[in-house]
Every structure is written in structure tokens, then in C-alpha cells.
């Protein structure tokens, strides 16, 4: 995890893989800090520092991911903080439209063939995120994934305001710290918007 750049975490079996990752992607997350008006703030990013050591679980043994909290998840937030950390994830949201926008409809297949193309991804990070606002007491769709522009907007600025009310009680998002609910939001929508660059078959991910 990156916790002062929600949608940097980047994830391994083991801490040297980890850190050989995210300073591997570094480059790719400028975009997300210029978006978020941070750009000045990681102007030198290759500086990486280990804050903390925490155990993961079957998912970090398997696919190098992590579902579990660190304590730098479980800290206050002040409403600087907050301020900034909505505001990477909303330039994490739209670094994923503006991918989603550009890439080839059909994605470059796995080794065996496999994979899903750029509508089922991007049904598969809307749907998960929409799933996720339960957890701030929001309604969900029941059966139908919002992907329209109008639709998606509207759900997402009732994301934030939702965390901004939570954040001003006091209180979790049943069970989650709303420092983790956004670093968790932005890299699901970062892992998946890197994802369909590096599939995209019509040359526009480098744009």
C-alpha cells in the first residue's frame, strides 16, 4: 500500500517483489497526481520509505493482494486529509473514464486465451464500487449495473458526500475505516484501468 496515494498500492507475494512493483508504476500514477491538482507533491516519488510491516492473508498469498487493515488504515481522519484523499480517488475515477473512453472494445486475450473485454471490465468495476456504497448505507442498484456518464456521476458524488457524513460522526463504513474504503476504491479502479492499457489492441493507451 502507498496510504498518502490512494490507487498506488500495488501488491506481491513477498515485501522485495512489492516494492520492485509499485516503484515500477510510479510513472504510470503521475497522471492521477496532476489530475489531483498533486503533481508538485510527487515531483520526486522514487524515494520509497517502509512505514509498516502488517500481515495479509490467503489473497496475499495467491493473487499479492492484501484485504486486511494496517494501522495507518485505522488513523483519524482530519478533514485536510479527507480533502486530499477524495480528491486522488476522484482523479482516480477519472483517469479510469478517460481509459475506458480510449481503449479497443475488444482486449488482448491471456496466454491461454482468456480475459474479459473492456465492457465487462468496466461493468465489473462499476458494479463493484456501487456494491461497496452499501457499506455507507447507500442503495445499490438491484439488477442493473448504472454505467451511463449521468448515472455513474451521480453515484459517485453520493460515494463521497456519504464518507464526508461518516467521517464528520465518527463512524466506520460498517466495519471498514473510510481511510481504507477509499485506498481500497481507488486501487480496484486503478488495477483495472492499468489493466485495460496494457490489453488495449488499438494503440490509444499511450495517448
Not at 498518502?4 to 515485501?15: F, H, K, Q, V
Not at 520526486?44 to 498469498?61: C, H, I, K
Not at 482468456?114 to 456504497?133: K, M, N, P, S, Y
Request: proline share 5%; net charge neutral; with cysteine.
Amino acid at each position: 500500500m502507498a496510504p498518502d496515494w490512494p490507487g498506488l498500492e500495488r501488491g506481491a507475494t513477498s515485501p522485495e517483489l512489492a516494492l520492485e512493483r509499485l516503484r515500477a508504476y510510479l510513472p504510470r500514477y503521475r497522471a492521477v497526481a496532476e489530475r489531483a491538482g498533486r503533481a508538485a507533491e510527487f515531483a520526486d516519488p522514487f524515494a520509497l520509505r517502509v512505514v509498516e510491516r502488517y500481515p495479509g492473508n490467503g489473497s496475499t498469498d495467491f493473487w499479492g493482494i492484501s484485504f486486511t487493515f494496517s494501522s495507518q488504515d485505522r488513523q483519524p481522519l482530519s478533514g485536510g486529509d479527507l480533502e486530499r484523499q477524495l480528491g486522488l480517488m476522484r482523479a482516480c475515477w477519472d483517469f479510469f473514464d478517460d481509459v475506458r473512453r480510449r481503449v479497443s472494445a475488444e482486449m488482448r486475450k491471456g496466454p491461454r486465451g482468456g480475459g474479459r473485454d473492456r465492457d465487462r471490465i468496466v461493468r465489473h468495476v462499476l458494479g463493484t464500487e456501487q456494491d461497496w456504497a452499501r457499506k455507507l448505507g447507500l442503495p445499490a442498484p438491484r439488477d442493473l449495473v448504472v454505467t451511463d456518464d449521468e448515472g455513474v456521476s451521480s453515484a459517485r458524488s453520493a460515494y463521497c458526500a456519504r464518507i464526508e457524513a461518516l467521517q464528520a460522526e465518527c463512524r466506520m463504513a460498517r466495519g471498514w475505516p473510510l481511510r481504507y474504503l477509499i485506498r481500497h476504491t481507488a486501487y480496484h479502479t486503478m488495477d483495472h484501468a492499468w489493466e485495460m492499457e496494457d490489453k488495449d489492441l488499438g494503440g490509444a493507451a499511450a495517448e
